[in-house]
């Protein structure tokens, strides 16, 4: 079955540690999106990428970075986590061209840093 | 001012109750318009998109969109508890990866 798939779920980890968010689609899609969601707040693009070694910055400012070696995995990566990254992360992938705004959602992963 | 606003509620009403959502947007190069349906813990689903002004109608649900006033809405018919969720609208500017989000807004829907 074509998904998104996100892992860790949730995540509580002390300041100062590096950390990996994983995401990987199986719905055959060129394009991926890391998001920034916070309770009662908009989400808010952090990363996307067209495909294959393309990777681009969202609106919002982020710490993190991203990398797209395989077109199914977009990992999103914090060398050092601070409270201030707690927060939901969310994955996402579309296709390419006129139906690229259809995003299709992981399940997120929520992260706590202490 | 955001180019998306949305009533972040909660809204609650009875089961079978008909549920209106709505967003306000400011910017006139959106094109079309999408609304998301994220339940707690979950990421957000596409519920519908519609791309011109008028309705759309899938279901128990209906998209309107009055480009004029730059008002869009969300209309549940019969609403069920397994409706109760936070319901997003969305605009993508065209030529942008960009999707802008309202903040959502929480519906419970009460037996």
């Known amino acids: 079955e074509a998904d998104i798939y996100q892992t860790p779920r949730y995540l509580v980890i002390g300041t100062g540690k590096k950390i990996t968010l994983e995401c990987s689609q199986t719905m055959g899609h060129d394009k991926m999106y890391w998001y920034q969601q916070d309770p009662g707040m908009e989400l808010h693009l952090i990363h996307y990428?067209?495909?294959?070694?393309?990777?681009e910055k969202g609106d919002l400012s982020s710490e993190s970075t991203v990398s797209r070696i395989r077109t199914e995995h977009f990992p999103l990566t914090l060398e050092s986590a601070r409270p201030s990254h707690t927060s939901q992360y969310l994955c996402?992938?579309?296709?390419f061209g006129r139906g690229s705004h259809e995003q299709y959602f992981g399940p997120g992963t929520r992260l706590t840093v202490t | 001012q955001k180019e998306v606003e949305q009533d972040p509620g909660p809204l609650s009403v009875p089961e079978g109750a008909i549920v209106s959502l709505n967003c306000t947007y400011s910017?006139?190069?959106?094109?079309?318009f999408m609304w998301y349906r994220q339940y707690s813990r979950k990421g957000p689903e596409l519920l519908m998109y519609t791309y011109s002004s008028g309705n759309k109608e899938d279901g128990r649900f209906t998209a309107q969109v009055d480009k004029s006033s730059k008002y869009i809405s969300l209309f549940i018919r019969d609403s069920q508890p397994s409706d109760s969720a936070t319901y997003l609208c969305a605009a993508p500017l065209f030529g942008n990866e960009k999707l802008t989000f309202g903040t959502g807004t929480r519906l419970t829907i009460i037996p």
């Open positions: 910017n006139s190069a959106f094109q079309y």
């Open positions: 990428s067209y495909g294959v070694n393309s990777t």
């Open positions: 996402a992938s579309s296709e």
